[in-house]
């Protein structure tokens, strides 16, 4: 999905975990750490398989009618986010690169809770926390986009997929990533095309973002397409078993 307020364009991710492992890997982001699918939220034993605890969700959907319309809701009486430094509740970064939803997902994902602390010292991914943590959102994302380690990284990335590349990386992609975390012990969607974090309530010191809590926002996302899209992928990052 491109931003409204993109003046520069990746190449679109593919939602594979396996691309997305690679990409926080060449970042910064530790061996020990992975991105996997979440094949169902209601079977118990596809569940079971998943490692425990979930350090962040990251979903990928459709945008449509419904959705805009939501946000557009959600957001009427909002103000920007203007959040930052170390005492900021959740790291939150805006969107202005068009088509790099996966990549904000990734870094959304690795920036918050215990994930953070599986980011090796002097990588890309450190040195980039470390400029961009005592800025406010608008310094941040340009940050980010004079990032040429962060464009080279992400378009090595985008090439391995299965999918075949668009001819034109400003070309509108139809899907959206957005990110899921536990910070502070609250969970939050963090979605860069959005004014801010969105604050989804507590979260107890034993819950992860793939407890109930978590799955039921999820759900949200789902039942507000009342069936009528049902093309939707969800992945998880995970401490390697």
């Known amino acids: 999905m491109a931003s409204s307020t993109s003046s520069k364009h990746y190449i679109p991710l593919e939602s594979d975990p396996e691309v997305f492992t690679d990409l926080a890997r060449q970042l910064g982001v530790s061996q020990d750490l992975s991105f996997q699918d979440i094949y169902s939220?209601?079977?118990?034993?596809?569940?079971a398989v998943?490692?425990?605890?979930?350090?962040?969700?990251?979903?990928?959907f459709p945008t449509s009618a419904a959705y805009e319309a939501q946000k557009a809701q959600e957001e009427a009486d909002i103000t920007r986010y203007e959040g930052s430094g170390e005492d900021e509740p959740v790291v939150w970064y805006r969107q202005t690169i068009g088509n790099a939803c996966g990549l904000y997902g990734i870094l959304h994902s690795v920036s918050n809770g215990s994930a953070r602390d599986f980011i090796g010292q002097s990588t890309p991914l450190e040195l980039l926390l470390r400029q961009c943590i005592p800025l406010r959102p608008e310094e941040?994302?340009?940050?980010?986009?004079?990032?040429q380690e962060l464009e080279a990284a992400h378009r090595k990335?985008?090439?391995q997929g299965q999918s075949s590349v668009p001819e034109d990386?400003?070309?509108?992609?139809?899907?959206?990533?957005?990110?899921?975390?536990?910070?502070r012990g609250r969970l939050y969607e963090l979605d860069g095309?959005?004014?801010?974090?969105?604050?989804r309530g507590s979260l107890s010191s034993d819950e992860d973002v793939l407890g109930e809590k978590g799955?039921?926002?999820i759900r949200e996302f789902i039942q507000r397409?009342?069936?009528?899209?049902l093309n939707f992928n969800l992945m998880a990052l995970v401490s390697n078993p």
Not at 41 to 47: E, G, P, Q, R
Not at 225 to 229: C, M, S, W
């Open 50 to 60: 998943v490692p425990r605890p979930v350090l962040a969700l990251i979903l990928i």
């Open 193 to 199: 095309d959005k004014k801010g974090p969105v604050d």
């Open 169 to 183: 990386a400003a070309a509108e992609v139809d899907y959206h990533y957005i990110c899921f975390v536990k910070s």
């Open 41 to 47: 939220l209601d079977d118990a034993d596809l569940m």
């Open 140 to 147: 941040r994302a340009k940050v980010l986009e004079a990032s």
């Open 225 to 229: 397409e009342k069936d009528q899209n």
């Open 157 to 159: 990335a985008a090439l």
């Open 215 to 217: 799955v039921n926002v």
